[in-house]
Nanobody, 121 residues
Framework: QVKLVESGGGSVQAGGSLRLSCAASRVTYSTNCMGWFRQAPGKEREGVARISTGGRTYYADSVKGRFTISRDGAKNTVTLQMNSLKPEDTAMYYC???????????????WGQGTQVTVSS
């Protein structure tokens, strides 16, 4: 069973930066897709960014140019660098992983416990 452990998050003022990290353990698939979702109170869950084993990245329009996702393949660790944060970025952020497939068709089957990001104006 793949396990995802997130770190990072916290509170920051608008315009600031935060970094989220997610470490995956017990990964047996050489092909996979890892990334982040977020969910704000009263809103639907939104895919934020994802990255394939080969390094191809995908971003939600709302974060393009501000967020950067990267991964350390050897360590199965994914990092989300969030810059120019806005109050509307406030949400619980969840690491997610899809094993055995690329990032086409993003339907993760493993989830982290979530980490809170709060951006104040």
């Amino acid at each position: 069973q793949v396990k995802l452990v997130e770190s990072g998050g916290g509170s920051v003022q608008a315009g600031g930066s935060l970094r989220l990290s997610c470490a995956a353990s017990r990964v047996t698939y050489s092909t996979n897709c890892m990334g982040w979702f977020r969910q704000a109170p009263g809103k639907e869950r939104e895919g934020v960014a994802r990255i394939s084993t080969g390094g191809r990245t995908y971003y939600a329009d709302s974060v393009k140019g501000r967020f950067t996702i990267s991964r350390d393949g050897a360590k199965n660790t994914v990092t989300l660098q969030m810059n120019s944060l806005k109050p509307e970025d406030t949400a619980m952020y969840y690491c997610a992983a899809q094993m055995g497939r690329s990032c086409i068709g993003w339907t993760p089957n493993y989830w982290g416990q979530g980490t809170q990001v709060t951006v104040s104006s």
